[in-house]
């Protein structure tokens, strides 16, 4: 079965920076995109940032020049480094990772969410 777990996440002030990570786990052969969403109360999942096996990057207009996203392929581990954090982006955080694991193709999961909030 394979799992993906966030970690990082709280509260901080308008202007700070946080970390979030999301390690994958189980019975994984190879993994593909992974990317980074979030979701403010009363609105829809918006993709934040992106990033590819070979490591080539994409982020929402929104965070380009604050968010900063990573991976370790040998951890299967993603990273999200935020800095000067607004209000907005008061959010729960989601990972999102296509794997492919023993048996199957590639498949769609997700972590379970972290809160980011941010005080003004």
């Known amino acids: 079965q394979v799992q993906l777990v966030e970690f990082g996440g709280g509260l901080v002030q308008s202007g700070g920076s946080l970390g979030l990570s999301c390690a994958a786990s189980?019975?994984?052969?190879?993994?593909?995109?992974m990317g980074w969403y979030r979701q403010a109360p009363g609105q829809e999942r918006e993709l934040v940032a992106v990033?590819?096996?070979?490591?080539?990057?994409g982020y929402a207009d929104s965070v380009k020049g604050r968010f900063t996203i990573s991976r370790d392929n040998a951890k299967n581990t993603m990273y999200l480094q935020m800095n000067s954090l607004k209000p907005e982006d008061t959010a729960v955080y989601y990972c999102?990772?296509?794997?492919?694991?023993?048996?199957?193709?590639?498949?769609?999961?997700w972590g379970q969410g972290t809160q980011v909030t941010v005080s003004s």
């Open positions: 189980g019975s994984i052969l190879s993994i593909n995109d």
């Open positions: 999102h990772a296509k794997i492919r694991s023993a048996g199957t193709w590639y498949s769609d999961y």
């Open positions: 990033i590819t096996s070979g490591g080539s990057t």
